[in-house]
Every structure is written in C-alpha cells, then in structure tokens.
C-alpha cells in the first residue's frame, strides 16, 4: 500500500520561502509513474489543488502562485516537492501531498504553513 508523508512546513514570514518534501513508500510505487501533486486547504474551505506534476513533466499551477511555486520531483529519491517562495498570508493552511492514477489514489497526512508577522 502506498503512503505519503509530507514535511517542510512552519511558520513563515510574508516574503519568505519554504520547501515542502512529500516522501513516498510503498513497494513498486515510482512518483515519476504518477501525477503527484499538492493541495491546500483552509478551515471552512474545499481543499484546492495548488500544483500538480504529471509523469511526463507536465507541471500545472493554480493562478496565485503561478511564478512563486515550483512542483519538483527527485525520482532517485522517490520524493515529490514544492518550492514556495514570496509567500504571502493568503497562503496559510494545511498542504497535502496526493498522487493519482487511473481507479486508485492516496493523500499525505498534511503539514501546515502559516504565513504571518
């Protein structure tokens, strides 16, 4: 069975930059055979899709962090990551880590970033 577990996340402030890493397990599970990709969500809100990554490197962006993120990916290290940079208070929430294929899924735990003074 596959898992995901997320990490790099904190308390930040507006400007600045942290890196989240979403680790997988599981046997035979490959994140460059996958769409992997990363979700937000707020108390009260629908979790959102902030970015995604195909198997082909196809790298897909929500509008507001279009030119701050990066969706990454070390296939060595069957890791996943997204850099965020200028982070901005509207950021804060719990980010998830996904993957996706045809008839199956899983999501990570989560990790919360709060962006804030």
């Known amino acids: 069975q596959v898992q995901l577990m997320e990490s790099g996340g904190g308390l930040v402030q507006p400007g600045g930059s942290l890196t989240l890493s979403c680790r997988a397990s599981g046997a035979a599970f490959r994140v460059d055979a996958v769409t992997m990709a990363w979700y937000r969500q707020v108390p009260g809100k629908a979790r959102e899709l902030i970015a995604a990554?195909?198997?082909?490197?196809?790298?897909d962006y929500r509008d507001s962090v279009k030119a701050r993120f990066t969706i990454s990916r070390d296939d060595a290290e069957n890791v996943a990551f997204l850099q965020m940079h200028n982070l901005r208070p509207d950021d804060t929430g719990v980010y998830y880590c996904h993957y996706s294929l045809p008839g199956e899924q899983a999501w990570g735990p989560g990790t919360q970033v709060t962006v804030s003074w």
């Open positions: 990554l195909t198997s082909g490197g196809r790298a």
